[in-house]
């Protein structure tokens, strides 16, 4: 089976760029774009990312906020952020 990727699926990295800088550029978590990727390191120059298909909006999590009260549920928290790690500071998509 082949898998047919849109030009806005896939980002080809440019020199210099971090993760953190990349997740930025599109508004998602760098801990989303990382395990999307399967990276365990930085990204290299010429290296193609997957971008999430679904997208939202970009938040820092504050003290007292909880998965559910930002996204629903814990599993559509976990959906959308591919991690389970939640606390202040953090930055997620609802």
């Known amino acids: 089976m082949k898998l047919l990727l849109s030009p806005q699926t896939r ?5 210099g760029q971090t993760l ?6 599109f508004r998602l978590p ?13 990204p290299e120059e010429g290296e193609i990312l997957f971008l999430p298909e679904e997208t939202g909006n ?10 559910t009260l930002l996204c629903g549920s814990r599993e559509k928290f976990r959906e959308k952020n591919h ?12």
């Open 30 to 42: 760098p801990r989303a774009l990382a395990a999307l990727n399967c990276l365990k390191e930085e």
């Open 83 to 94: 991690t389970d790690c939640f606390y202040p500071g953090q930055r997620i998509l609802l």
């Open 11 to 15: 980002y080809r990295v440019k020199k």
């Open 58 to 67: 970009l938040y820092t999590v504050r003290g007292g906020e909880s998965k």
């Open 20 to 25: 953190a800088a990349i997740a930025e550029a």
